[in-house]
């Protein structure tokens, strides 16, 4: 009988000018980057941690600290790359992802092919199997504000 599992991930990051903003593993131009421990990938952190919950497998910071010197401006795709060979090592496989990048702007559908290509190849899935969406809050909120930026991820992982 297969095993299926859910699971479900939810970050924030604070937007600043000085900073660069990669957002599902790529560079996208803006005047505004996001700013954390690691080039604070808040796309790839979601999907992470909607994967380790799925396994139940804690979650990304319990993995990699952002005490930890060595995660310091860390490509997040190194450590998505991890989260791969721990659910891999568990024994299930990614069946789908769903994800929604809140952001008032830059508009990022534009971006969104690559950012498909790049985290599908990351993954090793197929890229049908990732799907990647963007809202604005319409103004409102620290995401309205342009003070952050925030996202979603939910997940099917199984095993045989
Ligand atoms: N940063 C963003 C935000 C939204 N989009 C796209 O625009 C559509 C309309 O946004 P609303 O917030 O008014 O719903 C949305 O459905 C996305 O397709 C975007 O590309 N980048
Ligand atoms: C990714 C890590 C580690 O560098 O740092 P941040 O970029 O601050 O990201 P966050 O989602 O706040 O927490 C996970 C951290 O452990």
């Known amino acids: 009988m297969i095993k299926f599992r859910t699971g479900f991930g939810y970050d924030v990051h604070q937007l600043k000018e ?18 954390g421990h690691s ?9 992470c941690d909607a994967l380790l919950g799925a396994a139940n497998k ?3 910071g319990y993995h ?15 450590l998505l790359k991890e989260v791969m060979n721990i659910i891999r090592e568990a024994g299930y496989e990614v069946g789908n992802i769903d994800s929604t990048i809140c952001l008032q702007q830059p ?4 971006h969104i092919p690559n950012m498909i290509s790049c985290l599908s190849e ?7 199997d990732l799907s990647i ?13 342009e003070e952050g930026i925030s ?3 939910t997940v099917l992982i199984y095993k045989k």
Do not use: Q
């Open 18 to 35: 000085g900073y660069d903003l990669w957002l599902g593993g790529i560079k996208v131009p803006h005047t505004k980057g996001a700013v």
């Open 39 to 47: 080039d604070a990938d808040v796309l790839i952190h979601v999907i």
């Open 58 to 60: 804690r979650d990304i």
């Open 64 to 78: 990699f600290s952002d005490k930890d010197p060595k995660y310091k401006g860390i490509d997040s795709k190194i």
């Open 107 to 110: 508009k990022v559908n534009p």
């Open 122 to 128: 990351v993954m090793e899935i197929d890229s049908e």
């Open 133 to 145: 969406k963007a809202t604005t809050t319409e103004k409102l909120s620290f995401v309205g504000r």
């Open 151 to 153: 996202a979603y991820a």
